[in-house]
């Protein structure tokens, strides 16, 4: 299974099961995150949802491209960028709080992953970027306007440009992260503190959020970042960039 679920106490806890291969996300993982949804949209019991990856390497290194880099053009690839948004903006409007408890390296479509949840908990060995500049196209399952609308212009437009891994430091300066992690005891104080206030205060402040991101259009403005990554990815100067990348994880 390339991921598990978990439930206790009212807390959802989804880990991406991958660790030989950083995590990454293929069908199967883009399953367990509708799965994840659709369980949260039927359960009232749910409180908070964390999600993680197993190991302390990587949280997420983004899409699988021993698997994606098969999707050759325009049209091959829009399918897969679509589901894989569509699961993340799921994940974004969900009723409830969200955390991605970042154990490792989250890069790529991971720091979209990281970015579509609420709260971002970065352990401090831990490293976190859009790095899909250095593959000639953009993010590309909506973590790029999740990103702008999460911190501050200038801060996003550097991350986004730069296309390098942060550190954890840096992620917290730049806003971006909410606390760096130091010990598990770390993660149990802010659950803790989570837990103080009821669920239904969580629910309602939540509702006003996604209310604001309905407003503003936020799924056309996702759907268009997918349209424009999809035209990317067809392109030349992508797929050279993703066959050296390759090659030089094989050497």
Same mark, same amino acid.
């Given at each position: 299974?390339?991921?598990?679920?978990?439930?206790?106490?009212?807390?959802?806890?989804?880990?991406?099961?991958?660790?030989?291969?950083?995590?990454?996300?293929?069908?199967? #993982?883009?399953?367990?995150?509708?799965?994840?949804?659709?369980?949260?949209?039927?359960?009232?019991?749910?409180?908070?949802?964390?999600?993680?990856?197993?190991?302390?390497?990587?949280?997420?290194?983004?899409?699988?491209?021993?698997?994606?880099?098969?999707?050759?053009?325009?049209?091959?690839?829009?399918?897969?960028?679509?589901?894989?948004?569509?699961?993340?903006?799921?994940?974004?409007?969900?009723?409830?709080?969200?955390?991605?408890?970042?154990?490792?390296?989250?890069?790529?479509?991971?720091?979209?992953?990281?970015?579509?949840?609420?709260?971002?908990?970065?352990?401090?060995?831990?490293?976190?970027?859009?790095?899909?500049?250095?593959?000639?196209?953009?993010?590309?399952?909506?973590?790029?306007?999740?990103?702008?609308?999460?911190?501050?212009?200038?801060?996003?437009?550097?991350? #986004?440009?730069?296309?390098?891994?942060?550190?954890?430091?840096?992620?917290?300066?730049?806003?971006?992260?909410?606390?760096?992690?130091?010990?598990?005891?770390?993660?149990?104080?802010?659950?803790?503190?989570?837990?103080?206030?009821?669920?239904?205060?969580?629910?309602?402040?939540?509702?006003?959020?996604?209310?604001?991101?309905?407003?503003?259009?936020?799924?056309?403005?996702?759907?268009?970042?997918?349209?424009?990554?999809?035209?990317?990815?067809?392109?030349?100067?992508?797929?050279?960039?993703?066959?050296?990348?390759?090659?030089?994880?094989?050497?």
């Amino acid at each position: 299974m390339a991921y598990h679920i978990k439930v206790e106490e009212g807390i959802m806890t989804f880990t991406i099961d991958r660790p030989e291969i950083r995590n990454a996300i293929n069908d199967e #993982v883009t399953e367990g995150l509708e799965l994840l949804t659709q369980q949260v949209a039927q359960d009232e019991t749910i409180r908070l949802v964390i999600i993680t990856g197993a190991g302390k390497q990587a949280f997420c290194s983004g899409g699988d491209l021993s698997v994606f880099h098969a999707l050759r053009t325009e049209e091959q690839a829009y399918p897969m960028l679509k589901r894989v948004g569509d699961a993340l903006y799921g994940i974004k409007t969900l009723p409830v709080p969200t955390i991605a408890l970042i154990n490792g390296t989250a890069v790529g479509g991971g720091c979209e992953l990281a970015t579509a949840c609420d709260h971002r908990l970065v352990w401090s060995h831990a490293k976190g970027g859009f790095i899909q500049g250095r593959l000639a196209m953009t993010s590309g399952w909506g973590g790029g306007t999740y990103l702008f609308d999460a911190i501050q212009h200038s801060q996003a437009m550097k991350m #986004v440009t730069e296309a390098v891994p942060y550190t954890a430091d840096q992620l917290y300066a730049s806003g971006w992260a909410t606390e760096i992690i130091e010990s598990e005891a770390d993660i149990d104080r802010f659950l803790e503190q989570m837990k103080k206030t009821l669920p239904e205060v969580h629910r309602a402040y939540k509702a006003m959020a996604i209310r604001k991101w309905e407003q503003s259009g936020l799924k056309a403005r996702v759907d268009e970042e997918i349209r424009t990554n999809a035209y990317l990815w067809a392109q030349d100067a992508h797929h050279e960039a993703v066959d050296r990348f390759l090659s030089k994880g094989k050497k």
